[in-house]
Structure formats: structure tokens, C-alpha cells
């Protein structure tokens, strides 16, 4: 897609999470395809690529707060992620939720998460992006 937001863990495939409002036709297969995943996930709650798909089928569709329970029950999955926290980042800034978002964002980065053009970038951090405590982080990590 155009536009970046959440990361996946495969490769380096951005999934936009902050598009401009979508299509009719966009808007009828996000919500096919949630509930499709919705389903899998009833069966199998702790599937982690299904997660995955979730958190980011959410947060498109706008439901942050949805999106931000499903990257806390990915990073209780996966506590070694660098991206499961990276996308917690994201969701805890959608949420305005500076404090939570920063303080993520760094454990993603300690824990290998390298794409600091990316996170310049990237919308769903759009909220802390002026923050003081964002550039201290970035000037932080950069240089290593």
C-alpha cells in the first residue's frame, strides 16, 4: 500500500494503518476479512500470525483500542518480538498515549528493531514524533 503503519514480521512489508478513508469496496473486504480472522482466532485465540493480521486489520478499520489489546496479547505471546512491541508502540501512539508508546518503542529498539528511517516516518507514530523523548530516542539508537 501506499502509505506505512504497522509492521509485519515478515521481511520488511509495511501494512498502511493510516490510510485515507477507503473504498466501499476496501471497507467490505477489511470487515470480510475480519470477520473471517475473528473466527480462526475464536477457535485458536492465541494464534500468533492471525494476531497479527488482526492488530493491523483493526487499526485500519479505525479500532485502535481493539488493535492495542490485540498487540498486548501479542507481545504476552511473544515477549522477545521486536516487532509485536514495535506495533504496541504504534497502537499505544494512535491512542495518544505518549508515555506508554515511548517507553515501548525503546524495548522494540533493544530488542533488534532497526528501522529508524521507518519510524520518521511511519503515521502511526505521528503523535510523538515532536516529542522531545521520540528524538532523544532516535538520536540515541542511531548512532550505534
Known sequence: MAQQGKH???????VSTT??????ADQNQLDFEL????????????????????GNLLTLKGRFAEGLQVDK????????????H?????SF???KRPE??????????ELGYRDFRYMREDHDLDT???????RQLMREYESR
Do not use: W
Open 73 to 84: 496479547r501479542l507481545v504476552q505471546l511473544r515477549p522477545n518480538d521486536a516487532f509485536a
Open 19 to 24: 490510510s485515507p478513508l477507503a473504498r466501499p
Open 128 to 134: 510523538i514524533r515532536h516529542d522531545p523523548r521520540f
Open 93 to 95: 501512539a494512535l491512542l
Open 35 to 54: 470477520d473471517f480472522f475473528g473466527g480462526v482466532l475464536s477457535r485458536q485465540p492465541d494464534y500468533v500470525d492471525v494476531l497479527r493480521v488482526m
Open 86 to 90: 514495535y506495533n504496541l508502540a504504534c
Open 8 to 14: 509485519s514480521n515478515e521481511g520488511s512489508e509495511h
Open 100 to 109: 506508554q508508546s515511548i517507553k515501548t518503542l525503546r524495548r522494540a529498539i
